[in-house]
């Protein structure tokens, strides 16, 4: 009565030919196309995106709007473009990459309606390989959180639904000078002066592609062009958000993430200016925001390189993004009961750098399972089978009393094939678990297969399951395992929290080949 229920905007540029299932997804939601109007803005593309917008548009008159226009550098204009021709009672940002589940946006709308909600957020779920954090979601469904009580600062892009009048009364808009990141600034602005943010874990309502292509804004921007982008929407958390323990959850989340992330691969790869440039950028924005209350909360991944970024030189830097890229999180120093990354710069006379920067403690501390990290190796189940064995050590007793279940390592579906535990002299529990190499790709039909080692066990009827966590996998690096006519690349990998994962490719016979051609390649 009156307009549609939800404007869903989508930016577009170059995103064929994902963009055909996104705009499937939408003119098929549940809620009926009389209920939503569809703003699509091409924002310069030429790979076809913008004829496939006007055909989707040819056959459904009533239900989209297309704006084409020059490129602008990022999706902040379009999306601007967009919420001034929106007449929904909500709005809905949905990557053009992307798609929804057929019932996301009724399922929304109803969340926003029954609860009187500013803001909802639908589960995000990865699609095509990639990973999305389920933080905000792992609890399931809540009525009323905050970036205090919730992983909140941890979930910060536009997918999300919005009370369009809230964006109108406050002016709210996405800053067009950010190339990335620019739906950050809008969403924070947004839950500042929302009334209820109510999240709903019930259902998969956006799927998020990995994409890899040249044409994402991720390969367009350059590392300093993240830095600075970073640096306004950190900013933009100083200057909104009052609440100082709410700001540092959201800046921990941007030291960890945007700057985090950009001290690693591609780090290395820059050439020695840009390399100059980003350090730079890096130690203001360390020199501004990093109190110390974020540094230790920070995980040592990131810990690590930022503050060695703010104190340290680029050579320093390099030297701790070479280490990581080669040995992961080791070498590992036990002393007491605390645990230290030996990377380069660790208790070196010369760089005088304080020990709690390396300090990985938490790691194992935050698992109560886990007295240490877990050794991981490969060898034989007990009948002789190829197998991971992952061990440790735990201070808990008596894992396997009475009726009450054994205790198992599994990784993801796949269980071990046995697992022994025995209490030891110091009150525990040693805990050992194969992996059957035939039992881990049995069956697999995805290219590549990640899957999370955990390990489950049950007290007086209560049953707890935690990830494995370690450090070392230099005894785990990758094999080649046939089972029947197929190949698997098989081994172990570590998440930024030294979370154990145990993942298998399908080889095909190009890749084989190539391996052998290179093993056999004489050596100059």
């Not at 709410?246 to 691969?265: C, N, P, S």
Request: proline share 5%; net charge neutral; aromatic share 8%.
């Amino acid at each position: 009565m009156g307009g549609p229920d939800v404007s869903v905007v989508v930016a577009v540029y170059n995103t064929m030919p994902y963009l055909t299932e996104c705009l499937r997804s939408l003119v098929d939601q549940s809620i009926g196309v009389d209920r939503l109007e569809i703003i699509a803005v091409d924002d310069g593309s030429t790979d076809g995106s913008g004829a496939e917008l006007d055909r989707w548009a040819a056959r459904h008159p009533g239900t989209f709007k297309v704006l084409h226009q020059e490129n602008s550098g990022g999706p902040a204009g379009p999306s601007n473009r967009a919420l001034e021709l929106a007449t929904g009672r909500y709005v809905f940002f949905v990557g053009a990459d992307d798609y929804l589940g057929a019932e996301a946006l009724q399922r929304l709308v109803a969340a926003a309606d029954d609860l009187d909600a500013d803001i909802v957020l639908g589960r995000l779920v990865g699609a095509g390989g990639r990973v999305v954090s389920q933080a905000v979601f792992a609890p399931g469904n809540r009525d009323d959180i905050t970036l205090t009580n919730s992983a909140l600062p941890w979930a910060l892009s536009n997918t999300k639904l919005f009370r369009r009048s809230l964006l109108e009364e406050h002016h709210i808009r996405y800053p067009e000078e950010l190339r990335s990141g620019s739906d950050q600034p809008f969403t924070i602005r947004a839950v500042m002066v929302a009334r209820r943010i109510a999240v709903r874990a019930d259902y998969e309502y956006y799927y998020a592609v990995r994409r890899t292509d040249s044409s994402n804004i991720t390969y367009r921007t350059s590392l300093s062009g993240f830095v600075q982008d970073a640096a306004l929407i950190m900013d933009t958390v100083a200057d909104v958000i009052t609440d100082p323990q709410a700001r540092d959850a959201v800046l921990r989340r941007h030291f960890t993430w945007e700057l985090g992330k950009l001290l690693g691969k591609r780090f290395l790869e820059a050439d020695h200016e840009e390399q100059l440039r980003v350090t730079e950028g890096v130690r203001k924005l360390a020199d501004t925001y990093l109190s110390e209350e974020i540094r230790a909360a920070l995980d040592v991944r990131h810990r690590i390189p930022l503050s060695i970024a703010q104190y340290g030189t680029v050579p320093d830097l390099l030297a701790v993004a070479k280490h990581y890229a080669e040995h992961g999180l080791t070498p590992v120093v036990a002393e007491d009961d605390r645990y230290y990354l030996n990377f380069p710069g660790f208790r070196d006379p010369a760089r005088g750098f304080p020990d709690e920067w390396f300090d990985a403690t938490s790691h194992v501390r935050q698992l109560v399972h886990q007295t240490g990290p877990a050794s991981v190796r490969w060898g034989r189940t007990p009948d002789g089978r190829r197998a991971l064995l992952v061990g440790w050590h735990t201070s808990l007793p008596n894992l396997h009393r009475g009726d009450e279940p054994a205790p198992q390592v599994s990784a993801g579906d796949c269980p071990a094939a046995l697992t022994e535990s025995a209490n030891d002299t110091d009150g525990g529990t040693r805990v050992l678990g194969y992996l059957a190499v035939d039992d881990l790709v049995a069956g697999q039909r995805k290219p590549r297969q990640r899957r999370r080692v955990r390990f489950t066990w049950s007290t007086r009827g209560e049953s707890h399951s935690l990830p494995v966590t370690a450090f070392d996998l230099s005894s785990a690096a990758r094999i080649l395992h046939r089972r029947g006519l197929r190949f698997h690349l098989v081994g172990a990998e570590l998440d930024e929290n030294a979370r154990l994962h145990v993942v298998s490719t399908i080889v095909t016979p190009r890749r084989i080949a190539g391996r052998l051609a290179r093993r056999l390649r004489p050596k100059r």
